[in-house]
T-cell receptor, first 115, second 114 residues
């Protein structure tokens, strides 16, 4: 089962910031938070990931709470092309070859960017 | 282009048949993951291989099997096909098999069972 919970759907006005929340209250200290998105039926696309510090790249920002039990993905200026299903997942970060990594996706949040 | 290649892109077959889906990971990636996505459903993790060895198994049916070859490409074999097996099958690859590297997904193989 997925270790994260997300709202099933959200709307955002074009040009505004889209803030997508994710709850991962059972996250372990050795697990990363990853965000992916899937546009229509294309292969999921990596967006960003973080361990405990806030992260920013050219696509988005990731804000992780101090207790690491939740995070928010921020798309600063949403466009129509950002309409997609956004997945928040946790992944083990132990650098051991004996680790396994099921990478379980939950239902995600369906983001609709409205003109 | 993620660098992950899946073939075939589309496949139509009949119930009871057997098909093989192929995945070529990005150059240098050692880990391959397989996912099933039925219509309007989420991504269901099937199985993961790392450098030729099975590493993690999800809700993969006994009628399904997979392997990763020495050249690191992987195949997912689906047998005794049922209507409910109609889905998009995604392959993803990463450099290693744990959480320090992103997964790169292919564009999927769409299987239709009639």
């Amino acid at each position: 089962d997925a270790k994260t919970t997300q709202p099933p759907s959200m709307d955002c006005a074009e040009g505004r910031a889209a803030n997508l929340p994710c709850n991962h209250s059972t996250i372990s200290g050795n697990e990363y938070v990853y965000w992916y998105r899937q546009i229509h039926s294309q292969g999921p696309q990596y967006i960003i990931h973080g361990l405990k510090n806030n992260e920013t790249n050219e696509m988005a920002s990731l804000i992780i709470t101090e207790d690491r039990k939740s995070s928010t993905l921020i798309l600063p200026h949403a466009t129509l092309r950002d309409t997609a299903v956004y997945y928040c997942i946790v992944r083990v970060a132990i650098l051991m070859k004996t680790s396994y990594d099921k990478v379980i996706f939950g239902p995600g949040t369906s983001l609709s960017v409205i003109p | 282009d993620s660098g992950v290649t899946q073939t075939p892109k589309h496949l139509i077959t009949a119930t009871g048949q057997r098909v093989t889906l192929r995945c070529s990971p990005r150059s240098g990636d050692l880990s391959v993951y397989w996912y099933q996505q039925s219509l309007d459903q989420g991504l269901q993790f099937l199985i993961q291989y790392y450098n030729g060895e099975e590493r993690a198994k999800g809700n993969i049916l006994e009628r399904f099997s997979a392997q990763q070859f020495p050249d690191l490409h992987s195949e997912l074999n689906l047998s005794s096909l049922e209507l409910g097996d109609s889905a998009l099958y995604f392959c993803a690859s990463s450099v290693e098999g744990w959480g320090t590297g992103e997964l790169f997904f292919g564009e999927g193989s769409r299987l239709t069972v009639l």
